[in-house]
């Protein structure tokens, strides 16, 4: 007869205690136990003391594998995902609610259900006919294409078997359950046993797999921590309701590039790829007007050019001003503002200052320093920064500019859609063949030779 035993797992990071507490010892979280019946095997031992001992071989006379890769039909996913969906893998899609995760999927489904791939889309939220009514509006409707609404994981690998499709989504992780817990579906250990099931059944059939997530108010997948280290791959995708730019990261890959990014433009057949993405969102840029200027970025292989947006105006509260910034971090903006008030003497003590990376887009590269301080500076000063120049730069707490990795590929994409000049460090002098044929090369040590170039 199976053991019924009782734990209670803190809902934020997994921890467990055999008795309730109102606070975990582990991330100081109050409130967040829930108690979890497990049922142990009474034959647990004995299954595994008949385990057959493993055996170890050399590296080199392990037999190599063929990357096959199932290619979407969408280039920018197949793009984030490192050549497409590998035979095998499991990928999971996060992304708050309402942001295209599960519309992106329908597509590169309906995509591959047209090529004549068997798939197989079981969900846990909407019924068949509310898939049909979403795949006729994204043209994604294929008889390859099967659906299913069904939440218990056991049931789902009964069909998998029954069907062998070539592929598998599940929307989404938190809807599903495990017979083998008597916990609620989207609870810590359930969301943990349901990815654990799947990924062992599809690597044994060697079917590619899509998780469907949903995020946390954190911005990180709900559920625990290990969920992201049992699937291959992590994507992400972030972007503003209001804008109708969405962006695809990949924050971990095992078979492919990290990260690597992918933008997409909301449209009413669906997520329309965006090849170019830095004449998109240069395209409403304003002419002639303080605080604007631009930057290249590196994302994964891919280059782009972003426009930088600063507004400083005189603070109506006194001793308290507002430091307010959208896709750019706010302590790093904080950071650089510290630093123009001490070695260039700005007075912006007193100053509302708000930032701004145009498009909706979230950029951590520290290449985008030089370009937010000038902004900052640029309307401050109500001093138009030249539109044809670029600037690319890292700076420091003294002051100075730093060199970024991959230079050259930056500059390539501003000479490319059209830029004249280009403020870069100075110690970019010693790198052998920068592109500086049909572009001026600005070679910059510090912010106050920045300034004198620009103003």
Not at 252 to 270: A, D
Not at 314 to 333: A, E, K, L, V, Y
């Amino acid at each position: 007869m199976a053991k019924i035993t009782t734990i209670f797992v803190c809902q934020k990071c997994g921890h467990q205690t055999p008795k309730w507490m109102g606070k975990c010892s582990e991330c100081l979280a109050w409130n967040s136990f829930v108690e979890e019946a497990l049922r142990q095997s009474s034959n647990l031992r004995n299954s595994k003391r008949s385990l057959v001992p493993s055996k170890t071989i050399p590296i080199t006379a392990v037999q190599s594998i063929v990357e096959n890769r199932l290619t979407t039909g969408i280039e920018e996913f197949d793009r984030v995902l490192g050549g497409g969906m590998l035979e095998g893998s499991l990928i999971l899609i996060g992304g708050e609610p309402g942001i295209g995760k599960s519309t992106i999927t329908l597509q590169c489904m309906g995509h591959l259900a047209r090529r004549g791939n068997k798939v197989l889309y079981v969900s846990g939220e909407e019924s068949a006919p509310q898939i049909k009514l979403r795949a006729e509006r994204l043209n994604a409707l294929s008889e390859n294409l099967l659906v299913c609404s069904e939440i218990c994981v056991e049931e789902i690998l009964k069909l998998v078997d029954k069907i062998k499709p070539d592929v598998l989504v599940l929307d989404s992780v938190q809807t599903f359950y495990t017979s083998d817990l008597q916990s609620a579906p989207g609870s810590i250990g359930q969301v943990r046993e349901v990815a654990f099931k799947v990924f062992q059944a599809i690597k044994y059939r060697n079917i590619p797999t899509l998780l469907i997530g949903h995020i946390n108010k954190d911005g990180a997948i709900a559920g625990p921590k290990s969920l992201e280290h049992i699937v291959d791959t992590v994507v992400y995708f972030e972007g503003e309701r209001g804008h109708t730019y969405r962006a695809l990261r990949a924050t971990k890959n095992r078979f492919g590039p990290t990260p690597e990014i992918g933008v997409f433009q909301m449209m009413p057949e669906g997520l329309v790829p965006v090849k170019n993405p830095s004449e998109w969102f240069l395209s409403e840029r304003p002419e002639d007007s303080s605080g604007s200027t631009i930057s290249a970025t590196l994302e994964g292989s891919r280059t782009m050019l972003v426009e930088v947006q600063a507004l400083v105006s005189t603070s109506s509260s006194i001793g308290m001003p507002r430091r307010m910034s959208t896709g750019f971090d706010h302590n790093r903006m904080s950071l650089l503002i510290a630093i123009m008030e001490k070695r260039l003497e700005l007075n912006l003590r007193g100053e509302d200052i708000f930032v701004n990376l145009a498009g909706g887009i979230k950029i951590t590269e520290p290449a985008l320093d030089l370009a937010v301080a000038a902004a900052i500076a640029s309307s401050f000063r109500d001093k138009v920064i030249d539109p044809l120049t670029v600037l690319i730069g890292e700076v420091g707490l003294t002051g100075e500019v730093r060199s970024v990795v991959q230079l050259d590929a930056r500059i390539i994409e501003a000479r490319r859609l059209g830029f004249k000049r280009c403020v870069i460090p100075h110690s970019a002098k010693q790198t052998k063949n920068l592109p500086d044929e049909g572009i001026e090369l600005c070679f910059v040590k510090n912010l106050s030779n920045v300034f004198e170039q620009l103003f």
